[in-house]
């Protein structure tokens, strides 16, 4: 085999290898999470492994009250459904009372609709 197929397969092989790790996918979404708005109350997120929980909490953090717990799939896509952890919601005053919600990953944000009292809105969490 010539020297210069062999140096294009290789370089092929290569460009294949290197794609392939890269993934194209969503990068980690472990870590801290905050919301990205000026509210009165504030939503941070703490996701590790295959758990995500969201708090509420006031602007000057005087506190933090579990909004919701839940799994995250191991292969995260762009948008998953979180099972909720109903033991430990049922247990707190701000608990939700869904049994999933939905996240959406775009443009390193993080997204879930948030309704209480009949009014709805979109969370947008930033990571910390």
Partial sequence: MPNTLKCFLLTVFALFFLIGCSGG??????GKWKSNDDAVMEFHAEISGD???IYLTTATDEGR???WSG????KTPTSFV????KDRLDAV????????KRFDYEDGT??????????????TLDKV
């Fill in 93 to 100: 005053i701000f608990g939700s009372l869904d049994y999933t």
């Fill in 51 to 53: 758990k995500i929980e």
């Fill in 25 to 30: 996918g969503v990068e980690t979404l472990d």
């Fill in 71 to 74: 799994n995250v799939p191991a």
């Fill in 65 to 67: 009250n579990l909004y």
């Fill in 110 to 123: 993080l997204n879930f609709a948030f309704s209480i009292l009949d009014h709805q809105s979109v969370i």
């Fill in 82 to 85: 979180s099972i909720a952890d």
